[in-house]
């Protein structure tokens, strides 16, 4: 079982390495490489909406960065769901046993994917309260808000930790719940469907 701790530590160590050097992707083959690759995910979606609100883009570029980013928000989103599946079959047998134990109403997968978010945003939160360039207020104002994501990520972490001990043990349950996301189905979006001939 995987520990929240640990996970907030691996976020943060591949956010700064890959700030550095740009790993090959490989095809996870445990837990820890599911939820690593999910915060690969999240970090390159980051810097493709970096690319999108670029002034000096032109149309194309926007376009291309428009697709990058629908693709890896369908990825980061499978990812989440294969974390889950993954914890579903660790905890099968004392959920049959517990199945009366409440339902929790968002997954370790979901959390997951907003720890890992939260690393991002303190990575870049902390480079501009250090950004040498930067006014004096400017780098205040980003400490202030680095001390708030600290604390939203620490209390994070401590709600993911308690609800994979009470899974665990049989106090607390979750489901898989499907994103069923629309937008990039030929078949459900009626801005592709709709120019069928």
């Known amino acids: 079982m995987p520990d929240a701790r640990s ?7 591949t956010t700064r390495a890959w700030h550095e050097m ?8 445990n837990l820890s490489e599911l939820i690593l690759l999910q915060h690969r995910a999240n970090f390159d979606l980051w810097h493709e909406e970096d690319k999108a609100r670029d002034p000096a883009a032109t149309d194309h570029q926007i376009a291309e960065v428009k697709h990058a980013i629908d693709r ?3 990825l980061r989103n499978d990812l989440a769901e294969r974390i889950d599946e993954h914890l579903l079959v660790e905890f099968h047998d004392t959920f049959d046993s517990h199945s ?3 339902l929790h109403s968002e997954t370790p997968g979901m959390m997951i994917d907003r720890l890992s978010i939260l690393a991002l945003k ?16 400017h780098r205040k104002r980003n400490r202030d808000r680095l001390a708030l994501l600290l604390e939203q990520r620490s209390d ?10 009470d899974a665990e043990d049989g106090r607390r349950r979750f489901k898989l719940y499907r994103q069923l996301k629309m937008y990039n189905d030929p078949e459900l979006n009626p801005a592709v469907y709709g120019k069928k001939s």
């Open 7 to 13: 996970i907030t530590q691996m976020h943060d160590e």
């Open 22 to 29: 740009q790993p090959e992707p490989a095809e996870p083959n």
């Open 72 to 74: 890896l928000n369908q």
């Open 100 to 102: 009366e134990a409440p």
């Open 122 to 137: 303190i990575f870049h939160t902390d480079e501009e309260a250090h950004r040498a360039t930067a006014t004096e207020a």
């Open 156 to 165: 994070l972490a401590d709600a993911l930790g308690a609800l994979l001990r």
